[in-house]
């Protein structure tokens, strides 16, 4: 199943995700009926990641690499991830998470230049109706 979420951020543009439940069923069920939760916003390399939801999710089908605009759930740091490019580890050309992520759904918008805008922000991850 599709669920469409908005992040909204207060000093800056929202992003909007489409997370899908193929890859990794259980972690997307848990975060939706979650939803509102409210993180703060960290920046490493061109990822976003977020400080810890409330997401108690083990690794399911976890990946060493991901794929540009993936949105993943990091279990060892119970945090969401919005990969935008690369981070400061691995090889030209690939995106690697610091350990295992479950891929949970893309980031629809904006592009990269919200990176500028988002490191320390705090956010809210809602159910877009």
Same mark, same amino acid.
């Given at each position: 199943?599709?669920?469409? %979420?908005?992040?909204? &951020?207060?000093?800056?543009?929202?992003?909007?995700?489409?997370?899908? /439940?193929?890859?990794? =069923?259980?972690?997307?069920?848990?975060?939706?009926?979650?939803?509102?939760?409210?993180?703060?916003?960290? &920046?490493?390399?061109?990822? &976003? *990641?977020?400080? #810890?939801?409330? %997401?108690?999710?083990?690794?399911?089908?976890? #990946?060493?690499?991901?794929? +540009?605009?993936?949105?993943? *759930?990091?279990? =060892?740091?119970?945090?969401?991830? +919005?990969? *935008?490019?690369?981070?400061?580890?691995?090889?030209?050309?690939?995106?690697?998470?610091?350990?295992?992520?479950?891929?949970?759904?893309? %980031? &629809?918008?904006? *592009?990269? #230049?919200?990176?500028? /805008?988002?490191?320390?922000?705090?956010? =809210?991850?809602?159910?877009?109706?």
């Amino acid at each position: 199943m599709k669920y469409s %979420i908005m992040v909204e &951020i207060l000093h800056s543009s929202n992003i909007f995700l489409e997370l899908d /439940d193929v890859h990794s =069923t259980n972690t997307v069920n848990d975060f939706v009926s979650k939803l509102p939760f409210t993180v703060d916003l960290n &920046i490493w390399g061109d990822e &976003i *990641y977020t400080s #810890k939801s409330p %997401i108690p999710q083990p690794e399911e089908n976890a #990946k060493s690499t991901v794929q +540009l605009n993936d949105v993943a *759930y990091w279990p =060892t740091g119970k945090a969401i991830c +919005l990969f *935008y490019g690369p981070a400061p580890i691995g090889n030209p050309g690939e995106i690697i998470p610091v350990s295992p992520v479950n891929i949970i759904g893309k %980031i &629809i918008s904006p *592009y990269k #230049k919200i990176l500028n /805008d988002v490191h320390s922000e705090r956010a =809210t991850f809602r159910l877009q109706s």
